[in-house]
Nanobody, 129 residues
Framework: QVQLEESGGGSAQAGGSLRLSCSAS????????MAWFRQAPGKKREGVAS????????????ESVEGRFTIHPEYANGAKNTVHLQMNNLKSEDSAMYYC??????????????????WGKGTLVIISS
């Protein structure tokens, strides 16, 4: 069983920054795919960013966050299965519950939430203008 735990959510002013973290634990080797999704009240869940840690660290971003958000793995102390989402130049429309997700394999669409094997419980991000 694999558990994902998010951290780093909170409140920030528009234009500010936050960093979210997601750590996976359990009986696993290196997860081949990890991603961040978000869901704002009254809206569908959407893909934000994803990464293929075992395929050279290739990344994908939603158009709405391209250039502002960066997903990257944790390298310190030989850590694995931990990814961070650095969020800069935050906007009020970035307010949402952010979820970490992962797969044992590879998705057909790196920003589609269908097919994810594991989900975290979410961390709330609130951006005030």
């Amino acid at each position: 069983q694999v558990q994902l735990e998010e951290s780093g959510g909170g409140s920030a002013q528009a234009g500010g920054s936050l960093r979210l973290s997601c750590s996976a634990s359990g009986d696993i080797d290196t997860l081949p795919f990890m991603a961040w999704f978000r869901q704002a009240p009254g809206k569908k869940r959407e893909g934000v960013a994803s990464i293929y840690p075992t395929l050279g660290g290739g990344t994908y971003y939603a158009e709405s966050v391209e250039g502002r958000f960066t997903i990257h793995p944790e390298y310190a102390n030989g850590a694995k299965n931990t990814v961070h989402l650095q969020m800069n130049n935050l906007k009020s429309e970035d307010s949402a519950m952010y979820y970490c997700a992962a797969m044992d394999g590879y998705p057909s669409d790196p920003l589609d939430d269908h097919g994810m094997d594991y989900w975290g419980k979410g961390t709330l991000v609130i951006i005030s203008s």
